[in-house]
């Protein structure tokens, strides 16, 4: 069974197929099918962007589809940049302009109130149209500079207290286990187990 990850980072794609490994499931991506292009994410939330990557990518390649919608949601910033965290300083996917703008953005901020999570919601679709979503988090800490190498997107501000470390510092196996996308991959993971145990894939 072939899974289409729509997404082209990277970033994403490896932790997704370090999670989905031990399935019976090659994991492709939107790299595979340049045919589809990016999927525009014009929603006005996680799941409706979600959604359509997952049936934009199922329709377009008639393969089973997942589809992730993934985001940081700050308290003191009354939400921000929440669905538009990617293109937060206005290009898309420009991890050190989005940095720089959190850093700037929270520069008053004290601490105790820094407080923030990140949010992944993701939608499976079948190429006949059955579809599962489902949602995780992971809280956290916004800090005031850039720490560790690792990671992707707002990994390096993302302090999570109970590791003493940003997700950047962590290694992927360590951050897989606490992370909005690894919680929501094992959820996922599950409904697929199901799924071809049933026959139904």
């Not at 989005?98 to 919601?121: E, H, Q, S």
């Not at 707002?154 to 996308?181: C, Q």
Request: glycine residues 12%; hydrophobic residues 35%.
């Amino acid at each position: 069974m072939e899974l289409v990850i729509a997404t082209s980072n990277r970033g994403k794609l490896a932790e997704i197929a370090a999670l989905l490994k031990g399935l019976p499931v090659a994991v492709t991506s939107l790299a595979d099918h340049p045919e589809i292009g990016d999927v525009e994410e014009d929603g006005k939330t996680f799941l409706e962007n979600a959604r359509k990557k997952a049936r934009t990518v199922a329709s377009a390649t008639n393969k089973w589809a997942l589809g992730d919608d993934s985001g940081l949601v700050v308290e003191a910033l009354n939400g921000e940049p929440g669905i538009r965290s990617a293109r937060y300083a206005g290009r898309q996917g420009d991890a050190a302009a989005n940095n720089l703008k959190l850093i700037a953005a929270m520069k008053d901020v004290p601490d105790g109130k820094r407080g923030g999570y990140f949010t992944c919601t993701m939608v499976l679709t079948s190429p006949d149209g059955r579809e599962w979503d489902i949602e995780e988090r992971c809280e956290g800490e916004i800090g005031r500079e850039l720490a560790g190498g690792g990671g992707f997107g707002f990994d390096p501000l993302f302090y999570v207290p109970e590791k003493g470390r940003t997700m950047a510092e962590l290694p992927l196996d360590e951050k897989n286990r606490i992370s909005h996308r690894g919680k929501a991959l094992r959820h996922m993971k599950r409904i697929l187990e199901d799924l071809l145990k049933k026959g139904q894939i």
